[in-house]
Each structure stands twice: as C-alpha cells, then as structure tokens.
T-cell receptor
Framework: DQQVKQNSPSLSVQEGRISILNCDYT??????FLWYKKYPAEGPTFLIS?????DKNEDGRFTVFLNKSAKHLSLHIVPSQPGDSAVYFC????????????FGKGTKLSVIP | GAVVSQHPSWVICKSGTSVKIECRSL??????MFWYRQFPKQSLMLMAT?????????EQGVEKDKFLINHASLTLSTLTVTSAHPEDSSFYIC????????FGSGTRLTVV
C-alpha cells in the first residue's frame, strides 16, 4: 500500500504560468516533507522542504504548502521555466524514525516555451 | 554543501557476474547511508540502510545475499549485486543524511 501518492504522472504547463504538483500521504506520523527534482539517469536534487509545524515554506520561485488535516502537500512553481522540466518527487519521513525517506512515484513536469 | 559521490555512473555486465557500486561522502562522515532502486517510471524504492561498522538493514523483499552492502568506513558504502541477472537491471542511487539528504548521481546497471 502506497504511503505517498502523486496521482498525476505528468503535467504540462506553459512557460511563465504556475505549475502545481500535488502529493498525498497516509501516515500522520510523517513530519518532514521534501520535494526533489530529478533528470533522467541522475540522482535527485533537493528543492525545498517543510516540517509539520509549518503550513508554508517559500524559496524563490518554489513554494511548498502543507495541509496536515488533509495529509496533502503541494509544490508551486511560479513562473515556470523550460528548465524546470523534470520529474518531481515528493518524499516524507518521520523525525522520530530512522531518517528513511519514502518517495512518491513522481510527476513529470513539462514546461512548454 | 555535503556531496555524495557515486561510481560508476553506468555499467554493463554479463549475467552471472557481480558488480560493485561505490558511494562516498566527500566532505562529511556518514554513519548511515541509504540505497535506493528505481525502475522506469517508478518511485525510488528503499532497498537497505547501510550502517557503518555493522550489518545493513534490508527492506522487506530485498535479498540480502544478492545485494551485499558493506559500510567499512565513515565515508564509503558499497553495494555489490552478486550473480546479476537481467531483472536486476535498474537505476541504483545512494544517499546520506547530513543536515538534510544528499543523493549520489546514480548508477545505471544493465545486465545482458
């Protein structure tokens, strides 16, 4: 049973518009949430994270929102740029655990010039 | 920032042979490293947690005799795929936690 779900396998967005990537989790024990960007044949690159004590974290064009009651987080990219085209993974872990990350299946974002 | 170096980036081997993948923390000491595997269009699946100086902890369904993990020093963990078969072909990624997670660049293994 998937503990982390990214229900959209792909997303296409026009350059300059907002990209919204969604992620749902099932275990309320998770208290750290991360987003990674990944290109083919490369390791994931950290983008942004949020802990369960916050509901929003912003870093430049990237903002992550956390809705604990809904067990849902989202990544907003605005404005989207062609270089943002990649696969985005959300990942979660429990700070009281062993730092093991659990990943979603990823969403492939394509930003169209 | 923390850097994790993974080698080789790709390898092709014959069925029945063994392949070793190295994961090094370049500017920090990592008592724990993680090994992931990714199938095409799938998530990164944790295979095992590598602990310096002790046995690795394997996830359910991962054969420990097939995927040998050695973490002999604070900066090096190795994953050896023994008696490789075509179904072991995959993308393997290591990571370490040091004020956040850092991932290696991954290894594309193709078994022919």
């Amino acid at each position: 049973d998937q503990q982390v779900k990214q229900n959209s396998p792909s997303l296409s967005v026009q350059e300059g518009r907002i990209s919204i990537l969604n992620c749902d989790y099932t275990n309320s024990m998770f208290d750290y949430f991360l987003w990674y960007k990944k290109y083919p044949a490369e390791g994931p690159t950290f983008l942004i994270s949020i802990s369960s004590i916050k509901d929003k974290n912003e870093d430049g064009r990237f903002t992550v929102f956390l809705n604990k009651s809904a067990k849902h987080l989202s990544l907003h990219i605005v404005p989207s740029q062609p270089g943002d085209s990649a696969v985005y993974f959300c990942a979660v872990y429990s700070g009281a655990g062993s730092y093991q990350l659990t990943f979603g299946k990823g969403t492939k974002l394509s930003v169209i010039p | 920032g923390a850097v994790v170096s993974q080698h080789p980036s790709w390898v092709i081997c014959k069925s029945g042979t063994s392949v070793k993948i190295e994961c090094r923390s370049l500017d920090f000491q990592a008592t724990t490293m993680f090994w992931y595997r990714q199938f095409p269009k799938q998530s990164l699946m944790l295979m095992a947690t590598s602990n310096e100086g002790s046995k690795a902890t394997y996830e359910q369904g991962v054969e420990k005799d097939k995927f040998l993990i050695n973490h002999a020093s604070l900066t090096l963990s190795t994953l050896t795929v023994t008696s490789a078969h075509p179904e072991d072909s995959s993308f393997y990624i290591c990571s370490a936690h040091y004020y956040g997670y850092t991932f290696g660049s991954g290894t594309r293994l193709t078994v022919v």
